[in-house]
């Protein structure tokens, strides 16, 4: 360091300080409204192509209806519905060709034409031979369309703003399917026609003025016409030579390498991206959309709805297009990944409440007081759609492969897409007829949430990467070395080995002694859902009120708040390892009063004892997880505290099952024994002991959980200097607020905790077992129960194994969002049952949704808030921090369990349901406006974050 200073001062003084610095050129920025102006007039085409898809939605109830000029019958109605999709998917491949000849500009001018004469059929036919050409013809016009379009923005807009841009072709489709909605209002389908087919004339007279796409200028060695549309594109001032001897580069790459059928199948990234880019599409497809979207009409007609079928359709088509707007502004933000997640996740669950309607129509049901439901699920499912499977597909398609084979894997690719798109839409009718209107949509369910798999298994994040990146990390060259750098080049140079990560999962008591009390506070969370029913049976030897089952299940929680309260004193005064060491006492004494109580007040006392332990535990263990973990285990060792801790859950629901409570609390009672035995073999946290200047026993402790092989010297400075220059000054709760990067931690670490318990998590658990008797469910409630905290062992594991490699945000985000859908249609279910409607034929529906909400929470909401407390606070201030954010959380626990049952009493089950799902909505907010991701960021790097250093979602 002092080599370092003395250069830089010899430096200083060998400098002469009257030499003044060269000026810095300004750089002319290129102008962004001509790009727009260019993008915006090439899509006006796609205006066009969006009343071609809407068409059928006002035309075929005309057609059908006795006054038609011309009847066509449900069979006939369906070919006229889906051809067009089999057109565009013959229409698509040859136009590779085309473009490349003719050019794209000149190329989409030509689409204008059969656009024109398919409207000019549908206009004079009384012939339904007719409808299908016009229809199969209008469709090798849509297929040009989605691929000409793609490469038009492509090469003409900056990366910068790429995302935006290509993502208008969608908004201006769903413009035209809006407008094709509003004129079958006002008019007959002639009268569409009359007017769609003007809209292709407009475009003629529009986009002849827009120039034609420089890099196609290029290829065919027009250079000068070239530069004169960039400049145009780019602004007079800009200066367009550096990216103009770019695109010659690129251009002459590619002409050296072009591809073939067999180059897209030759290597990894390619392959990859075909897979990706066919999955997309596959399962945007097979969500059913087209289907949604024909047949929008009959679905509101069928639902028994009292708005008319056309105003529900223009309500949906007015919801879609805000939507994909606003996808055009969140793409490059948020990211392809989360858009695409939440997107399939939630029409799953818009699918299945379409067909949960229609299955309690076709049952007899009374369905009036829910009308609105088909309604409000088509429109959430279009909205989803629109921000995430509907525009996203297509623009991965343009950055996923490389220039020599972009043409013809579109080609393949878009090709493929129409005809599923005819399949789905040829087959939905009868699909209908076959299995039943409920069937359908949920075996559309069923692909949605394959679709969110796909995703988040095989999708990579492109959002801010050039394309030379995105093919790194095709061929198995993972970008994220690039991203998280320089935590990857550290770890490339000092990371331990896979055995020493494994000592630290085992030997460090991270998998046999630590967790083992994260087991131990399952058991109590979990001990009143077996046990309070046999308490308050009539052969209980103690019997207890529904008041003071509510006080024994909510003085956990009491217990918890006067427990976290001096834990991170305790911790930072004795060490983290003392006060878990010593909290296996309360938990031990705890059980020996449960087991040997005759009186509630013992019940109580035990209870608020075990709460002291846990809320003790929940402020000390991320702190000690998080300080022994390396940055890229981080995630998955503060999700498997959890992971154990929904062991002992299930445990306790087993136990509970086959024995009474007295052997419940003798067996739980052995846990905190184990753990004891077990942890003390494990050394105390390096982070504390390099705090308390006990150096050579923190080198030790390091060299222990990183094993004998690794060396710990650089890590053992930073941490010194961590620790020093957060030591510097003495931290006070006024300073929790006047800091930005502390104040916004605490933001977050408390707004995590409010949503976890304002979920309703704890008196789902808490009363899962009153949940399945309420429900009138088959199963019997104990093993219904079981069945549940299987799932959730099974979930947060694979949380553990996936937080590190999908992220916080993504996984808080889909598991607030679904958490509320879950309960929402719990809600409704009870709503049903609280109307005297018979729901005997869907008793399964409560134990489904708490089986998926558990599932979603262990997933995300469950681990991550806890995990992220250890992460998100300074040094400085973590131990004072800690308090008040685990403090907040089992406040509300407290309220929330104690109040469950009086706001059922007063509000209903539904409306207790539903008020838990408005919060995980709200939630979903918070997260994606104010939660940063911390994946693979050393403490440092998120401290900066914190202070302003970058946005909360990059």
């Not at 297929?143 to 793609?150: D, E, L, S």
């Not at 009186?599 to 000390?620: D, N, P």
Request: charged content about 15%.
């Amino acid at each position: 360091m002092e080599t370092e200073l003395s250069h830089r001062n010899t430096l200083q003084d060998n400098t002469p300080m009257e030499t003044p610095k060269p000026e810095t050129p300004e750089v002319t920025k290129a102008d962004k409204l001509p790009q727009i102006i260019a993008t915006l007039a090439a899509n006006f085409i796609s205006f066009s192509a969006g009343t071609l898809l809407t068409w059928t939605s006002p035309a075929i109830p005309m057609l059908q209806h006795e006054n038609s000029p011309f009847r066509i019958t449900d069979q006939e109605s369906s070919w006229v519905g889906s051809l067009m999709s089999l057109g565009a998917a013959f229409g698509g491949p040859p136009f590779g060709i085309v473009v490349n000849k003719m050019g794209r500009k000149r190329a989409l001018l030509a689409l204008s034409l059969p656009i024109i004469a398919s409207w000019i059929i549908i206009i004079c036919t009384r012939s339904v031979t007719w409808l299908y050409i016009a229809r199969f013809a209008s469709g090798l016009t849509m297929g040009g369309v989605c691929f000409a379009i793609p490469i038009y923005v492509a090469e003409t807009v900056e990366p910068s703003i790429r995302g935006p841009l290509s993502a208008i072709m969608q908004l201006q489709l769903t413009i035209g399917v809006l407008f094709g909605y509003l004129v079958g209002l006002v008019g007959d389908h002639r009268a569409l026609s009359f007017i769609s087919c003007a809209l292709p004339m407009l475009f003629l007279i529009t986009f002849s003025w827009m120039p034609e796409s420089p890099v196609f200028l290029l290829s065919k060695n027009r250079k000068d016409t070239a530069k004169k549309a960039l400049q145009w594109l780019r602004g007079r001032d800009y200066d367009v030579e550096d990216e103009l001897t770019k695109m010659e580069d690129r251009i002459q790459e590619a002409q050296q390498n072009k591809g073939t059928l067999g180059d897209l199948m030759s290597s990894r990234g390619t392959v990859t991206a075909l897979i990706i880019a066919l999955g997309l599409m596959t399962f945007q497809q097979l969500s059913g959309i087209n289907a949604v979207i024909f047949y929008s009409g009959k679905i509101f007609e069928n639902s028994s709805s009292s708005l008319s079928a056309t105003t529900a359709s223009i309500i949906i088509g007015v919801v879609q297009v805000l939507a994909t707007y606003s996808s055009t502004l969140l793409v490059d933000k948020a990211g392809r990944r989360i858009l695409l997640l939440l997107s399939s996740t939630v029409m799953a669950v818009c699918l299945t409440a379409l067909g949960l309607y229609f299955y309690l129509q076709s049952h007899g049901h009374d369905v009036d007081s829910i009308s609105w439901l088909p309604v409000a699920s088509v429109a959430m499912f279009i909205i989803v759609f629109s921000m995430g499977f509907g525009p996203i597909p297509w623009i991965m398609l343009g950055e996923l492969f490389p220039g020599n084979v972009k043409g013809i894997a579109s080609a393949v690719t878009a090709a493929f897409n129409w005809m599923l798109a005819f399949a789905v839409t040829k087959s939905f009718q009868n699909l209908l007829d076959v299995l039943g209107s409920p069937v359908t949509f949920w075996l559309f369910a069923v692909m949605c949430i394959a679709g969110t798999i796909f995703t988040a298994v095989l999708v990579p994040e492109t959002k801010g990467k050039d394309l030379e990146e995105i093919q790194l990390q095709l061929s198995g060259k993972k970008n994220s070395e690039r991203e998280l750098e320089p935590v990857e080049h550290y770890k490339k140079h000092h990371e331990a080995s896979k055995e020493n990560y494994c000592r630290i999962c085992n030997h460090a008591g991270i998998c046999n002694g630590f967790t083992l009390g994260a087991m131990a506070v399952g058991t109590v969370l979990a001990w009143t859902s077996p046990t309070l029913p046999e308490l308050q049976s009539t052969n209980s030897t103690l019997p207890v009120t529904r008041e003071e089952g509510s006080w024994i299940g909510s003085l956990v929680a009491v217990g918890a708040i006067a427990g976290a309260l001096p834990a991170g004193y305790f911790a930072d005064r004795f060490g983290r390892k003392p006060v878990i060491l010593a909290l296996s006492a309360p938990f031990l004494l705890s059980w020996i009063l449960i087991t040997v109580a005759n009186a509630v007040g013992t019940l109580y006392a035990a209870r608020f004892i075990a709460g002291f332990a846990t809320g003790a535990v929940s402020v000390v263990a991320p702190m000690y997880i998080g300080e022994i973990a390396e940055s890229s285990v981080r995630g998955a060792l503060g999700s498997f505290f959890q992971v154990m801790l929904t062991v002992g859950i299930l445990y306790t629901y087993v136990v509970g099952a086959i024995g009474d409570y007295t052997w419940l609390g003798i067996l739980s009672g052995v846990i905190p024994i184990v753990f004891f035995i077990s942890f003390s073999r494990v050394p105390e946290s390096p982070t504390y002991l390099v705090k308390k200047q006990r150096t050579e026993d923190a080198k030790k402790s390091l060299q222990y959980y990183r094993g004998s092989s690794y060396n710990i010297w650089k890590e053992l400075q930073d941490l010194e200097e961590d620790i020093s220059e957060s030591t510097k000054t003495k931290v006070s709760i006024r300073d929790l607020v006047s800091s930005k990067g502390i104040r916004k931690a605490l933001t977050v670490s408390l707004g995590l905790m409010i949503f976890q318990q304002l979920s309703g998590v704890n008196a789902v658990i808490f009363y899962s077992v009153d949940i399945f008797n309420a429900a009138g469910s088959t199963l019997d409630p104990n093993v219904a129960a079981i069945i549940v905290g299987v799932v959730q062992v099974v979930v947060t594991y694979i949380a553990s194994a996936v937080v590190d490699r999908a992220g916080r945000r993504v996984l808080l985000l889909l598991s607030a969002s679904i958490m509320g859908l879950c309960l929402a249609i719990l809600g409704l279910y009870f709503y049903l049952k609280n109307k005297g409607d018979d729901v005997s034929g869907i008793g399964w529906l409560p134990l489904l949704c708490v089986t998926v909400y558990i599932v979603m929470f262990s997933l995300g909401f469950g681990p991550l808030p806890w995990m992220m407390m250890g992460e998100v606070f300074a040094p400085s201030v973590k131990g004072t921090a800690s308090s008040i954010a685990v403090c907040t959380n089992w406040t509300l626990t407290f309220i929330v369990t104690f109040s469950f049952g009086k706001l059922v009493e007063g509000l209903g089950e539904e409306w207790t349901f539903w008020l838990f799902a408005i919060i995980c909505g709200v939630a979903t907010i918070f997260i994606f406006y104010i939660v940063p991701e911390t994946k693979g960021k050393t403490l440092t790097e998120i401290q900066r974050i914190l202070n302003g250093g970058s946005s909360p979602r990059n």
